[in-house]
């Protein structure tokens, strides 16, 4: 295996949410780093930068992964898909978005590029979740604000499911789940 000199940069370049982006990044450089500060990407957002509270999470290949564990070197060649392609190019919401709008699923908001992701992730692979399971999958994401009531209500209204707690959902709730995943937004639910 070559040895790599810390301070050495390297070419590397992915598919950004559809668009070929390049940079150069050192090799221990971590994929948030390298999206925010190289790409100009900063929707992704960093809180603990060791792997617990979630705000981080991207796609690589459809797979939700912890942006601060991952290095941007290990993006190469790959798909990664973050909040800004959430919304549609003329930044109408998705339907998680609009279901997190509809249910005051942030407040400050710093979390949310995170929780977005994860769902998208997880309700491609199980449309029409449980409750419980949008508890389990809502466990590896930490919001400081302790909006977690909203966030359950809005991914079970998203996913045209209903919650126990009903005086947390609106009667627009019934939205089904599909994500557009082309464009930039500028809206405060898909970028930092
Ligand atoms: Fe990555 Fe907290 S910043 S998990
Ligand atoms: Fe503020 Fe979650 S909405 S940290």
Redesign the pocket.
Known sequence: MRRVNKDERTRIGFTLNGRAVSGDAESRMLLTDFLRYVIGATGTHVGCEHGVCG?CTVLIDDIAVRGCLTLAVQAEGRTVTTVESLAAPDGTLNPLQLAFQQHHA???????PG?LMSFTDYLARNPHPTEDEIRDVLSGH??????YAGIVAAVLAASGGSTKQPSVVSAKAGTQYGASRAGVTGSPLSRG
């Open positions: 705000c942030l407040q400050c908001g710093f979390c949310t929780i930490l919001c400081r604000c302790t909006g």
